[in-house]
């Protein structure tokens, strides 16, 4: 019996890899993770370049702090760590892909108001592919999330179809070109939902996000994790440092030391592009951009 989706949220994430599910996480959670944020901000006020726990806009100054994201902020915010670790996210992902799971990663994309950082067309998958594809990506919608301020876009059934190709010049770059793939933005679907929602995304379905042009922020957390079976393969950019701190990365059931491996499409994600650090940095090898750049 699932805990908390329908069936037919159930049948839609399988068929289309994607699901938008309104008002999961209180009012309160979410203006805690507000404040947190702002602890953030005067984290960067002293900064001059980006370091392993926030990453800064290009045109940030410590006068004009200008974060693009937080990394792991789980391991910075008691918070995002507990509400990682609450039935408000992992229910519905346990009706999904099974009551053990396991961390993958979790960030915080700020997309602020006026010049928020595009995300180039990408697959997950294309950085981190595993034994098996019950790998997804939980979205905490924290301001409100509409077309205007550069929503998360998927192309749906895209998560059952090819693994394109994200190489440019020879170098893993991160990132699609959609019209060469055969796919047409106007497939597109915008993943948006009052702050509160969680989104849901197949790790292999093709995503990404445009600027924010708009007057308002637009901050999203992601919380990506898979079924405890998965392990990584060679070839990907998932983390792997042993057994001991890939289990302390189990958020419920069990751990276990034996793989399931479903056959799933897959490309290995290297040689290194000359730049490294988050996708915002990986994707610029792609040279040419869908959604334009930050001033
Ligand atoms: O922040 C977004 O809109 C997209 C983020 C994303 O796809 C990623 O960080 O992999």
């Not at 700020?110 to 979205?139: C, I, R």
């Not at 308002?216 to 392990?231: S, V």
Request: aromatic content about 6%.
């Amino acid at each position: 019996m699932p805990e908390t989706l329908t069936p037919s949220q159930i049948e839609f994430y399988e068929c289309q890899g994607y699901l938008i599910i309104e008002g999961r996480v209180p009012d309160g959670i979410i203006n805690a993770i507000r404040a947190e944020i702002s602890r953030f901000q005067d984290m960067a006020r002293k900064m001059t370049e980006s370091d392993d726990r926030i990453d800064l806009e290009d045109s940030h100054t410590p006068d004009a702090p200008r974060i693009r994201r937080v990394k792991l902020p789980h391991t910075q915010s008691e918070v995002v760590d507990d509400l990682m670790r609450s039935d408000h996210i992992l229910a519905p992902v346990r009706d999904l892909i099974g009551p053990d799971l396991r961390l993958q990663t979790t960030k915080l994309n700020m997309k602020s108001a006026g010049f928020g950082a595009a995300v180039e067309w990408h697959q997950d998958w294309a950085f981190y592919p595993y034994t098996n594809d019950d790998v997804l990506a939980v979205g905490l919608i924290i301001d409100d999330m509409d077309l205007e301020n550069g929503p998360l876009m998927v192309i749906p059934g895209t998560h059952r179809g090819e693994i394109y190709n994200h190489h440019h010049n020879g170098v893993f770059a991160g990132a699609m070109d959609l019209e060469a793939c055969g796919l047409d933005v106007k497939q597109a679907v915008p993943l948006i939902g009052p702050a509160g929602s969680i989104s849901i995304h197949h790790a292999r379905i093709v995503h990404g996000s445009a600027l924010n042009t708009s007057a308002r922020d637009r901050r999203i957390i992601f919380y990506e994790m898979m079924a405890a079976d998965t392990f990584p393969v060679v070839g990907g950019r998932g983390k792997w440092e042993g057994i001991e701190e890939f289990d302390d990365r189990i958020l419920c059931g069990s751990a276990t030391l034996e793989p399931r491996v479903v056959p799933c499409p897959m490309r290995i994600a290297f040689p290194d592009p000359p730049e490294q650090g988050s996708i915002y940095e990986v994707q610029k090898a792609m040279g040419r951009r869908s959604f334009g750049v930050v001033r």
